[in-house]
């Protein structure tokens, strides 16, 4: 070994730090896997940084990298608002960094910015933002605020005629095992492609003039709008995060349900209508069963209605056998108070009865037809008529004799 060859490991460290200082710009963007993380009590935020050829390759290169407390105030909660999500373990992320080598320490990569759109894509963040500006303008919520009728059976349906999820729908709807009439009008417009949103808003408007041709004559409207595709690939379907489009959806005066992808797929048009359901068979089970659910309901009170009203009517007509014991008892003491009222009555007139008296050995004494009651009444030589029980005896008074009184 050569003295003149020899260095100190510090010398070779600071000749490391002073080429790359030199060699390098001031930041640089790169792209990573995060590996691990972890947040300390100071505010920093450490990261192990790793690169990949492949999920399941080997590694080709790692390196740690830091976010100081300073800048880790404002980078989480920006990128957390953007993509809806906090840095994770096996997240892929762009990140602008500072290279920095100490002497004691070694290499460390200073992370200054983030860009979200690396982990969610391009497209994921502009409809995040759509959604942020839909929900700061209060138009969110605004078509799902809407009562939905319970009984849905009048429907404009937007949809392309030969699509086959709109067949689907009406095979299904018009198929249903209970019978359940439905009344549809379809609205068509194309469901694909960059012209496909103002076609989906003229349908709209097309809507919304048959409905207030309906209110004009009087007659019933849409219990609902409905949107139908049936699926399809993400560039098919990229029509149905356009904000015009869900501005429509979300203003529009009557409840708004679509069905429009399959269940992977979830767009800003479903967020902002009244109902989001995966297919339009689905939508058409969900117009069913609400039926169904109305028809057990009323099934069921009608069912609890006659059982009240049974109840009601045995309790009824127990009151009134026993209304009807009470009277007959009533009756039959009035019977029988009035019945000895009568034997009373009945032996009076048989006491006054002449041929009572007669029977009892008294006689009736008449004078020309009428009844003698005292001697007083009589005169010598008058004719009088005595009648008996067994006959009448014809006399002439004598003489009269009266009892003398006191």
């Not at 409840?255 to 939508?283: C, F, N, S, W």
């Not at 009572?356 to 001697?375: I, M, N, P, S, T």
């Not at 014809?394 to 003489?399: G, H, I």
Request: aromatic share 6%; glycine share 6%.
């Amino acid at each position: 070994m050569k003295n003149g060859s020899e260095i100190s490991l510090f010398s070779l460290c600071e000749q490391i730090r002073r080429h790359l200082a030199a060699s390098l710009p001031n930041y640089v963007w790169i792209r990573a896997e995060i590996n691990a993380i972890k947040e300390t009590a100071n505010g920093h935020c450490y990261l192990d940084l790793i690169d990949k050829e492949a999920e399941d390759a080997p590694l080709r290169a790692q390196a740690r990298a830091v976010v100081w407390s300073s800048t880790w105030r404002m980078l989480r909660p920006y990128f957390e608002s953007v993509t809806g999500r906090s840095l994770a373990v096996g997240m892929q992320v762009l990140l602008r960094v500072q290279v920095q080598y100490s002497e004691l320490y070694g290499l460390t990569l200073v992370v200054q910015d983030i860009d979200p759109s690396c982990t969610v894509g391009e497209e994921e963040l502009l409809r995040q933002r759509i959604l942020a500006r839909l929900k700061q303008e209060g138009m969110f919520e605004m078509n799902r605020t809407l009562p939905l009728p319970r009984l849905v059976r009048r429907v404009a349906v937007i949809s392309s005629e030969t699509a086959a999820g709109y067949l689907d729908f009406v095979r299904h709807l018009e198929g249903n095992e209970y019978g359940y009439a439905y009344e549809y009008t379809l609205f068509p417009a194309m469901m694909q492609g960059a012209e496909a949103p103002a076609s989906i808003e003229a349908a709209l408007d097309q809507v919304m003039a048959a409905e207030e041709a309906f209110v004009s004559e009087d007659r019933p409207g849409f219990d609902a709008v409905l949107i139908l595709r049936g699926g399809g690939s993400a560039t098919d379907l990229r029509c149905f995060d356009d904000y015009e489009l869900a501005v429509h959806v979300a203003q529009f005066p009557l409840p708004v349900l679509t069905a429009i992808g399959h269940e992977q797929d979830h767009h800003i048009v479903d967020m902002v209508a009244a109902r989001y359901l995966k297919t339009p068979t689905a939508l058409a089970h969900f117009l069913i069963e609400r039926i169904q659910q109305e028809e057990a309901m009323v099934l069921s009170l009608a069912a609890r209605l006659a059982l009240g009203v049974r109840s009601k009517l045995n309790e009824a007509h127990r009151e009134l056998d026993r209304m009807l014991q009470r009277m007959e008892v009533a009756m039959r003491l009035r019977l029988a108070r009035e019945t000895h009222r009568l034997d009373l009555l009945s032996q009076r007139l048989e006491g006054g009865n002449p041929s009572y008296l007669l029977e009892k050995g008294y006689a009736l004494v008449q004078q020309q037809g009428k009844k003698v009651a005292r001697a007083a009444a009589l005169q010598p030589e008058q004719e009088l008529e005595i009648q008996f029980l067994d006959g009448v005896v014809r006399c002439q008074v004598m003489e009269v004799t009266q009892k003398e009184t006191k």
